[in-house]
C-alpha cells in the first residue's frame, strides 16, 4: 500500500529555490526519456497556479502531507514560468492540480493540459463557467439543486460607449420589474462576473430604504451601508430573492463528490463588520450538514468537475440553497481538513494512475481507512477516539448458579 512515509519529495520548477542553472539540469531531469525504471515508478504532481495561492497556509500543509506518499512527487510550477515560458518549456506531469484566481492564465493552462492530457483533479473547462454567474445558474438548474428565484438584466456598450438594456425593466420604489419578472425589496444585486465581488443589497422604504454594498474584506469590514437606492444603470446583472437567513452564511468545501466540510460565520450583509478571533482571523462555527446538504455537495462537485470546491449556502426555514459556488478553496486553520483532504486527493490519484505505471496500490481503499500522522517516532497511525457502549443492568431474576471454587488452578 502506498502510506505515507516521512520524506519530502518536491521540486520547485523555476521557482524561488531554483535559479537557471538548475532549472536547466531539473528540466533534463524531468523530461528525460532515459529515466531509469525507479523514476517512471513515480507520479508526478504537477502544481499550477499563482504563487501567493501556493504558498498559503492551506495548500502548504496539504502539500506536505502529499509528499507523504511513497510514489508521489510534487513540482510546483513558478509563476515566471506560468506566464513567461511556452507551455512546451513546462515540466511533465501525470496529475495536474490548478485552478484559475486573478491574472492567472487559464487558456494557457488548458493548452498545457490537451498537449500533456494529466489527470485533472479540478476540470480546467469548467472554471471558465465558474466566472460567469448566468452560467453557474444555469448549471445548479440543470443539477437540480435549489438556489434563490433570479432574474437577470443584460446591457451592451453600443459604438458610441453608451450602455444598451436588453431586457424590459420597470423600476420602482420598492420592486423591480425583468422581463415580466417581480422582485420586491430586499433583493440582490450581483454583476454577471463572478470576479466582481462589488454585490449590493437594496431594502425597502418600510425598513429605511438605502443598500447595503459588499465587497472583498478590508480590515474589519466586508460592507458598508449607503442612502443610494437605485440600481446600477452600468453592465450587466443578475438579481436574486433575499433569502432571510438567521446572520449567517454556511460555507461548504467539497473534496471529491463523498466529502463535505462546513462551517458558518457571519454574514456579511449585517452590519458589515468581520468577527475576528484572538489571532485577527475571521470567526468560523463548526456546522453539521444535513443528509441533503450533503447531496447538494456531491451534485455541486460532480455538475463542475471540480473535487476542491467551495460554495455558499443560506439554509431558510428548514431548507438550503445554494447562492454561490466559488470553485477551488480550501478550509483555513482546520488540521483535521488537512488530514482529511490529502488523505482523499493522494488516494483519488494512486488509485486513477497506480495501476497504469505498475506501482503496488490497493483498489480496495475506503475513503475512511486509517489516518496516518507523523510523530517524534515516525508516522504512526493515530487514534481518533476511543468508543464504550454501557448498558445498564436489569433486574430480572436469572437462571443462574454461583460456586466457589477454592483450587488453585
Not at 98 to 116: E, G, N
Not at 218 to 242: A, C, H, L, P, Q
Not at 253 to 272: F, I, M, N, Q
Not at 318 to 328: L, M, P, Q, Y
Amino acid at each position: 500500500m502506498s502510506e505515507p512515509n516521512g520524506n519530502t519529495k518536491r521540486d520547485e520548477y523555476c521557482g524561488e529555490s531554483l535559479n537557471g542553472d538548475e532549472n536547466e539540469d531539473l528540466l533534463d531531469h524531468l523530461n528525460d526519456s532515459d529515466d531509469s525504471e525507479e523514476d517512471r515508478r513515480f507520479i508526478t504532481v504537477g502544481i499550477c497556479a499563482q504563487w501567493k495561492k501556493v504558498k498559503a497556509k492551506p495548500m502548504e500543509e496539504i502539500l506536505h502531507r502529499l509528499e507523504q506518499f511513497e510514489f508521489m512527487r510534487i513540482i510546483v510550477f513558478s509563476e515566471p514560468m506560468i506566464h513567461e515560458k511556452p507551455i512546451d518549456e513546462w515540466p511533465f506531469c501525470h496529475v495536474l492540480i490548478s485552478f484559475h484566481s486573478k491574472d492567472f492564465p487559464l487558456a494557457k493552462t488548458q493548452q498545457y493540459a490537451r498537449l500533456h492530457k494529466p489527470f485533472l483533479i479540478n476540470d480546467l473547462d469548467k472554471q471558465w463557467d465558474i466566472m460567469d454567474r448566468i452560467k453557474v445558474h444555469e448549471i445548479l438548474n440543470d443539477a437540480g439543486i435549489a438556489q434563490p428565484r433570479y432574474g437577470l438584466l443584460r446591457r451592451t456598450l453600443n459604438a458610441d460607449g453608451i450602455w444598451q438594456i436588453l431586457s424590459v425593466v420597470n423600476e420602482q420604489d420598492d420592486q423591480i420589474e425583468i422581463d415580466g419578472e417581480v422582485f420586491h425589496k430586499p433583493f440582490v444585486e450581483k454583476p454577471v462576473s463572478a470576479e466582481n465581488h462589488d454585490v449590493y443589497i437594496y431594502f425597502p422604504s418600510s425598513a429605511g430604504g438605502g443598500s447595503q454594498r459588499l465587497f472583498r474584506k478590508i480590515g474589519s469590514r466586508s460592507s458598508v451601508y449607503t442612502s443610494e437606492n437605485s440600481i446600477r444603470k452600468d453592465g450587466s446583472y443578475i438579481y436574486e430573492e433575499f433569502m432571510p437567513t438567521d446572520g449567517t452564511d454556511v460555507k461548504v468545501y467539497t473534496v471529491g463528490a463523498e466529502y463535505a466540510h462546513a462551517e458558518a460565520r457571519k454574514s456579511p450583509g449585517l452590519d458589515g463588520k468581520v468577527e475576528r478571533d484572538e489571532f485577527g482571523k475571521e470567526v468560523r462555527y463548526p456546522v453539521i450538514l444535513r443528509a441533503d446538504e450533503k447531496l447538494i455537495a456531491m451534485k455541486i462537485c460532480l455538475a463542475f468537475k471540480q473535487a476542491v470546491c467551495g460554495f455558499d449556502l443560506l439554509r431558510v426555514e428548514g431548507k438550503s440553497f445554494v447562492c454561490d459556488v466559488n470553485g477551488f478553496s480550501f478550509v483555513k486553520n482546520s488540521t483535521k481538513y488537512y488530514d482529511d483532504c490529502a488523505s482523499i486527493l493522494g488516494h483519488m490519484i494512486m488509485r486513477e494512475l497506480a495501476p497504469t505505471l505498475s506501482i503496488p496500490y490497493p483498489l480496495a481503499y475506503q475513503a475512511n481507512d486509517p489516518p496516518f500522522v507523523p510523530t517524534a517516532l515516525g508516522t504512526r497511525m493515530e487514534l481518533r477516539c476511543v468508543i464504550a457502549v454501557i448498558r445498564h443492568g436489569d433486574r430480572t431474576p436469572k437462571q443462574k448458579m454461583k460456586m466457589a471454587v477454592l483450587h488453585p488452578l
